[in-house]
């Protein structure tokens, strides 16, 4: 089978683009051998509070789990307990130039404005060539924001495969149809993408919201005043953004809930939304307490591990082969 990487930080809570993003991934596990990771050591490019970023990864671990993952069909693990990584990411960034580093967009946009910035943050996009890299990986799930990053890893995969020959599988990008057209936008700001970092609580919808706060951050949510329930991403960016959430957890396609909503306020449709999102999330809520309290991710976690490091290990042997590292 093919095989897919993926990795998501685990910094701040999962939200409802985080959520059909990660759906995408349960499709995929059937028919491809999909390698999923909490990719800790990129969220310590910024500040983080070590009890909270411990929570979190095996909070991020079992919801990854909780939405559908089986784990007996791909590989579950933490980016941190697989030193290929960090050593892979060393060895790239021997290969790698600083002007290609300094052209990139989201190293730009997170540096703009910070007394400091840190080396990690200006070299991450050659971390995570390590991580797809490492795993002979033929796809990987990428949205808008992280093109660049992928033809970065693309750029170098081929650069070292020119001077050493052939080493590194090189990976194509795998668009998800979120990003063609059901991108999940910020309940407060349909012009902006939902975002973790949004201090606004209301601007998002997380998997662990209770009831009440989904309810309330959604009949909160922008629209606007002409009453028309209808998609328009231009004229109408609020209100689309609420039909695109809606079809995304009802199955329902955009031009069926507009029928079914003419000639009805947003109030109408603001109550229903709050409805359909609450069920399916209580559902995975249900299924991530389960999992924390039966301790069963650590055991998961631990099998991922193992299988990440023998496939890891070999590709980062034949690395090391190639530029005339010593391996006995």
Known sequence: MKRVF??????????????ITMKNFVK??????????????HSITVPQDPDRLRKSIVELAALYVAIGLDPSKVTLFIQSQVPAHAEL?????????????NRMTQYKDKSAGKQVVTTGLFTYPVLMA?????????????????????????????????????????????????????????????????????PNEHSKITLLDTPSKIKKSIMKATTDSDGVVKYDRDQKPGVSNLLTIYAQFSGKPIETL???????????????????????????????????????????????????????????????????FINY
């Open 28 to 41: 995929q596990q059937n028919d491809k051998d999909c390698f999923y990771c909490v990719v800790d050591m």
């Open 130 to 198: 390590a991580d797809i890299l490492l795993y002979d990986t033929h796809y990987v799930p990428v949205g808008n924001d992280q093109k660049q990053h992928m033809e970065l890893t693309r750029d170098i995969a081929i650069r070292f495969n020119n001077k050493f020959g052939d080493t590194f599988i090189v990976p194509e990008p795998l668009i998800s149809k979120v990003e063609d057209g059901a991108r999940i936008m910020a309940l407060d700001d349909p012009t902006q993408k939902m975002s973790k970092s949004n």
């Open 89 to 101: 990411a060393w060895i790239l960034n021997c290969f790698s130039y600083m002007g290609e580093l």
């Open 258 to 324: 507009e029928k079914e909503y003419e000639g009805q306020g947003y109030g109408t449709l603001k109550k229903d939304l709050v409805k359909v999102v609450t069920e399916e999330i209580e559902t995975v809520q249900a299924r991530f307490n389960a999992i924390m309290e039966s301790g069963e991710i650590y055991d998961i976690l631990e099998k991922g591990r193992i299988r990440a490091t023998e496939i890891s290990s070999d590709v980062l042997k034949r690395v090391k082969e190639k530029i005339g």
């Open 6 to 19: 993926s990795g998501v930080q685990p910094t701040g809570q999962i939200h409802l683009g985080n959520y």
